[in-house]
């Protein structure tokens, strides 16, 4: 099955940018890649995805307009590109995939069955 490593995370100041990356180690047809975070003592929010075709992407309400999800078949990865970035974005980020032609909610953890390990984000004030 499936493996994605992400990398990107970091620290930053408020107001700044940083660009996530999600390599797989293969592509895979009518499938969703997304974007997932997880602050200590908060449930893990889905905030991005986009289709194996990357005709239809979606956006958490909490990060629409700042943050921005695509992909570079050339190279497996998704990218999910941060600004504006705000203390309240702190959190773990993880990349997730879901199996062939699933039908759920494209922002629900519980549609995604494969998951990186994760990469941190921190935003100071």
């Known amino acids: 099955h499936v493996q994605l490593v992400e990398s990107g995370g970091g620290s930053v100041q408020a107001g700044g940018s940083l660009r996530l990356s999600c390599t797989a180690s293969?592509?895979?047809?009518?499938?969703?890649t997304g974007w997932f975070r997880q602050a200590p003592g908060k449930e893990r929010e889905g905030i991005a995805s986009?289709?194996?075709?990357?005709?239809?992407?979606y956006y958490s309400d909490s990060v629409k307009g700042r943050f921005t999800i695509f992909r570079d078949r050339a190279v497996n990865t998704v990218y999910l590109q941060m600004n504006s970035l705000k203390p309240e974005d702190t959190a773990m980020y993880y990349c997730?995939?879901?199996?062939?032609?699933?039908?759920?909610?494209?922002?629900?953890?519980?549609?995604?069955?494969?998951w990186g390990q994760g990469t941190q984000v921190s935003v100071s004030s």
């Open positions: 293969l592509y895979s047809y009518n499938t969703y």
């Open positions: 997730a995939r879901t199996r062939p032609y699933s039908t759920g909610a494209p922002l629900s953890p519980n549609e995604y069955t494969y």
């Open positions: 986009i289709s194996s075709n990357n005709i239809n992407t």
